[in-house]
């Protein structure tokens, strides 16, 4: 199994990036699909985790309204597409599979990151 991550890269504030996550090995469709996070000298934290049973994707509360998470099945890819960015939202960016949505111990496989920066 690999997830394999990308899009990341340099943004002004303000603007906008999409993140792609490509799984091989795995079905998304079958699959509780997240993005997380993790900033120098923060903890992880989740970004966005969609269930795969209803499709619900809940949001963390300081990227609502700014990042949208989809699914392409066909391409067995996910996506967040990431607008208004602000510099605390500089991060490396992970995402992960598993079969339940929640805290990232859920999730089985992870991506390898990709690095987002965000200048003001």
Known sequence: VQLQASGGGLAQAGGSLRLSCKASGLTFSSR????????PG????SVATSTWSDL????????????????????????????????????VYY??????SGPGNRYDYWGQGTLVTVSS
């Open 56 to 91: 619900s994707t809940t949001y963390a509360d300081s990227v609502k309204g700014r990042f949208t998470f989809s699914r392409d099945n066909a391409k067995n890819t996910v996506y967040l597409q990431m607008n208004s960015l602000k510099p605390e939202d500089t991060a």
């Open 95 to 100: 995402c992960a599979a598993g079969r339940r």
């Open 32 to 39: 509780a699909v997240a993005w997380f996070r993790q900033a």
């Open 42 to 45: 923060k903890e992880r934290e």
